[in-house]
């Protein structure tokens, strides 16, 4: 099962507009990470940021971790159009133990960006 | 070209037949996975390959086979395949080893029928 959920599934914006999404876990982590995909596309990185860390930022990004909460935040600024696409977050899990963790994804929020 | 391919990148299948998805990376990635994705599920880890000739079980490994003999293929073999298995399947690599789970490459995704 996921490990980490999105919230909301859905969201829809004007050009130029913030947007929030939320990620929400269970067990403890060792870094957070969120990626993009566009429709039909692969998925792709966007930030990664670690348990000890609580802000980052890459260009219009800002991402925030909350390890007492269990939760993350990705926001994007000022979007546009070309933001239209599904975010996901990915957290470590465990699948065979032995110190063995591999990202697990939550479900996702499609954004839609309205010109 | 550099990067990580899948192929084929849509396949039509019937009940019972064996299929073979191919994954290649040309960055000498240590570990490589394969994904699935549906519809209200999100990305459920199949198998993953920390290694050449390792091999591991995700959350969903039942009825799909992995091999690893070259580091850099990873094929997903569905040995008798199942409508519930109607998906699109993603191949990942990432560089590293250990716990800390570092960015995921993704291919562009194989889309796969089954009839």
């Known amino acids: 099962s996921q490990q980490g959920e999105e919230d909301p599934q859905a969201l829809s914006i004007q050009e130029g507009e913030n947007a929030t999404m939320n990620c929400s876990y269970k067990t403890s982590i060792n870094n957070l990470q969120w990626y993009r995909q566009n429709s039909g596309r692969g998925l792709v990185h966007l930030i990664l940021?670690?348990?000890?860390?609580r802000e980052k930022h890459s260009g219009r990004l800002r991402v925030t971790l909350d390890t007492s909460k269990k939760s993350s935040s990705l926001l994007i600024t000022a979007s546009r159009a070309a933001d239209t696409a599904s975010y996901f977050c990915?957290?470590?899990?465990?699948?065979?133990?032995?110190?063995?963790?591999?990202?697990?994804f939550g479900k996702g929020t499609k954004l839609s960006v309205i010109p | 070209d550099a990067g990580i391919t899948q192929s084929p990148r849509y396949k039509i299948t019937e009940t019972g037949r064996q299929v073979t998805l191919m994954c290649h990376q040309t960055?000498?990635?240590?570990?490589m996975f394969w994904y699935r994705q549906d519809l209200g599920h999100g990305l459920r880890l199949i198998y993953y390959?920390?290694?050449?000739?390792?091999?591991d079980k995700g959350e969903v490994p039942d009825g799909y086979v992995v091999s690893r003999s070259k580091t850099e293929n990873f094929p997903l073999t569905l040995e008798s395949a199942t409508r519930s298995q109607t998906s699109v399947y993603f191949c990942?690599?990432?560089?590293?080893?250990?716990?800390?789970?570092?960015?995921?490459?993704f291919g562009e995704g194989s889309r796969l029928t089954v009839l």
């Open positions: 940021i670690r348990s000890n860390e």
């Open positions: 990942a690599s990432r560089a590293g080893t250990g716990i800390n789970t570092g960015e995921l490459f």
């Open positions: 390959s920390a290694a050449a000739d390792i091999t």
């Open positions: 990915a957290t470590d899990a465990s699948y065979s133990g032995a110190g063995s963790y591999q990202l697990t």
């Open positions: 960055w000498s990635h240590s570990y």
